[in-house]
């Protein structure tokens, strides 16, 4: 370990004298990374130091540098906007988009120091081992307890929740005293009595046993979560962000994301700071909202409440069940169950019943096998729907110990999302065609709700009677949070959240297809901001990005809920509006969208002035093809900048001119 840190001290220097040495670099633009240092400042930078060279030798136009920080001066940089791109915490990601507007573009994938790969972290509670007055969460009211700092999700933030959930106000009952960076402190903290109790995240306590710093049997663990190659005592959360600033350039933004998601995996760059790797940038949604509701730094002062559409329909189903070993089990109930009436019911020779036996308890094994093995969960109730059986993975996915489900009902597993003519079509899909497979949201021992892909087959008897159900199921939660997340990017714009011209040329064609059905005109405006490019010109392009999500909100306060909106690139827009019976009945809509646009947008302090050209065609008179009509209003709508701008201007084809 000694060597290896040796070795990289002197390639970093050597890296970073050839940088200084280098007069290209007099030529290059400097981009500095501020990594939050969670253990020492050296550590981190050499840790990091090999991300930046990996980033200097991919974007030939920036120097990149490493800057470690604690929590204070990552704030006061990001505050001063010093920084180009931020590598931080979870929760302190929160902060900063919150506050100075960083934007998440990649997350970790970390290893521990057996080199497991890690994809979340989580808090972990600590105490001297010869402290016999702490020995359960309870134990820590009235403790004098060493924690990282308040925005430490690892260090603090999931200790509190865990605590609260156990009905430990900390912040009342106990003493906290925050270390700030790095997490080492607070285990010295403890060691030396100085504490009576830590709060750390996942892999320190490793790390520090590896490298020689403390011994591992003077400490012992509060709330010990066993199934995680680390000491944890809370539950797990999303790995590190990668994010970048609001002031940097989108187009170097879009270079660093290509470059880290295309990192080796499992390169010596990753392994020098012990990870494997990144990933697409996951939801942290749910830290947010935890934030929220303790009242965390940035939401302090004030409640906030974030609204979220729970995705309930999805188009494609690609979870697939091990239908074979389903099979495969029913398979050998039935063989079972005529191997022991052919024992029965025919007398034979006591060879021939010891072979009978012996061919029987060889099925019975490779069932066992199967059943215990298989990593999807598995239940088995009897005739009237009583559990009698579930495998390990059960208990691994719902949290409920065999002994806690054995003699219920899987009633006790719903989630509440599911109305009861949900359930009455399942049980009628059983018991017409003997099963049933589909996604269903359940809720876990711990109360969190989670999505579901479950097969349930009866096995009937010979005489046909139901004798068993049999459920396999496996958690496909986060594939339905991505697949959310890609659908959302695929068909919405990113800076005002409207849909994008894919999405857009979709609602027309519905929306027309309506008109027609109904026998109703539709019209479809192409609207292009006036003064705009002056906008971005005299204040930036920040600036100018406030005023089109301002813009973007204003239409559509304007708009009916039948009609459709939709940001196609730059200050351009395009409305559709449906349902319309005569031509006249548009005049007031965009009258109300002219006037809202013409009110100032107070932007930082500055009042702009913008208006728009609009330029219109009709359904069908001009044509019933979507693209079309939309042609058409892109040329009418210079036809309204022509003539002075600020106005509406319908399509005239040119042979009527």
């Known amino acids: ?30 981009a500095v990374i501020g990594v939050l240092a969670f253990r020492s400042k050296a550590n981190t930078l050499n840790e990091w130091q090999p991300l930046a060279a990996y980033l200097n030798s991919k974007i030939s136009t920036y120097h990149f540098s490493i800057r470690p920080l604690s929590y204070a001066e990552f704030n006061d940089a990001a505050k001063a906007d010093e920084l180009d791109f931020m590598f931080t915490n979870p929760e302190h990601y929160i902060y900063l988009s919150a506050k100075y507007g960083a934007s998440r573009m990649a997350t970790l994938i970390r290893a521990n120091v057996s080199g497991k790969e890690l994809t979340e972290f989580g808090g972990v509670i600590v105490t001297r081992s010869d402290r016999k007055d702490i020995q359960i969460l309870s134990d820590l009211k009235g403790k004098n307890i060493a924690a990282v700092d308040e925005l430490s999700l690892g260090g603090y933030l ?56 403390i011994n591992r049997n003077d400490f012992k663990i509060i709330h010990p979560i066993g199934k995680f190659p680390q000491a944890l005592s809370t539950v797990l959360y999303p790995e590190w962000p990668f994010a970048s600033s609001k002031h940097t350039d989108r187009v170097l933004a879009n270079q660093v994301g290509v470059a880290l998601l295309n990192l080796p995996y499992g390169s010596e760059i990753a392994k020098t700071a ?9 939801s942290y949604e749910e830290i947010r909202s935890m934030m929220q509701e303790l009242r965390i730094k940035p939401y302090d002062t004030a409640p906030v409440f974030s609204f979220q559409d729970v995705a309930r329909r999805y188009a494609i189903y690609i979870i697939i069940i091990m239908s074979g070993v389903i099979a495969l089990l029913i398979f050998l109930t039935t063989k079972m169950r005529r191997l022991a009436n052919s024992l029965r019911l025919k007398s034979k020779s006591l060879e021939e019943q010891i072979a009978i036996v012996e061919e029987n308890e060889k099925y019975l094994r490779r069932s066992a096998s199967v059943f215990h093995n298989l990593r999807e969960g598995i239940v088995i109730t009897d005739a009237k729907k009583v559990i009698i059986d579930v ?85 496909i939660t986060e594939y339905l949070k991505r697949q959310a997340q890609l659908h959302h990017m695929a068909n919405y714009d990113p800076l005002t959240n409207l849909p994008n011209r894919h999405l857009f040329m979709t609602l027309a064609e519905q929306i027309l297809s309506f008109s027609k059905r109904k026998n109703s005109k539709a019209v479809i405006s192409f609207l292009d901001l006036d003064g705009f490019k002056t906008v971005n010109d005299a204040y930036g392009h920040d600036i100018g990005d406030k005023v089109l999500k301002q813009a ?30 005569l031509i006249d009945d548009v005049e007031p809509l965009f009258l109300r969208i002219l006037n809202a646009l013409q009110e100032p947008f107070i932007i930082n302090g500055h009042s702009v002035m913008i208006g728009a050209s609009i330029g219109a065609s009709l359904y069908p008179d001009h044509s019933e093809d979507v693209e079309v009509l939309v042609r058409y209003a892109d040329t009418a709508m210079y036809r309204s900048k022509a003539n002075g701008r600020n106005q509406v201007t319908y399509y005239v084809h040119e042979n009527k001119e």
């Open 1 to 30: 370990m000694c060597i290896r840190f040796f070795v990289i001290v002197i390639l970093s220097t050597i890296f970073s004298l050839s940088l200084i040495a280098s007069p290209s670099l007099k030529n290059k633009n400097e």
């Open 552 to 581: 973007a909100n204003r239409l559509e306060k304007q708009l009916r809920h039948s009609d459709a909106i939709a940001r196609i690139g730059g200050d351009e827009f395009v409305v559709i509006f449906s349902d319309i019976d």
């Open 158 to 213: 999931a200790q509190r929740v865990l605590l609260e959930k156990n009905g430990i106000d900390i912040n009342e009952e106990s003493t906290i005293h925050y270390t700030d960076m790095p997490h080492d402190k607070v285990i010295y903290l403890v060691e030396n009595g100085l504490s009576d109790v830590g709060f750390i995240r996942t892999g320190v306590l490793e790390k520090m046993v590896k490298e020689g710093k």
């Open 391 to 475: 495998n390990e993975a059960f208990g691994e996915l719902t949290g409920y110990g065999r002994d806690e489900v054995i003699g219920q009902k899987p009633i006790l597993l719903r989630s509440g999302m599911h109305d009861k003519q949900f359930y009455e079509k399942l049980d009628e899909m059983i018991e017409t065609h003997g099963s049933w497979r589909g996604e269903i949201w359940n809720r876990k021992k711990n109360g969190e709700q989670y999505a579901e892909f479950l097969r349930i087959d009866a096995v009937l008897d010979e005489e046909g009677v139901v004798e068993n159900y049999i459920g396999i199921f496996s958690d």
């Open 274 to 282: 012990g990870y494997y790797g990144w990933n697409i940038p996951l």
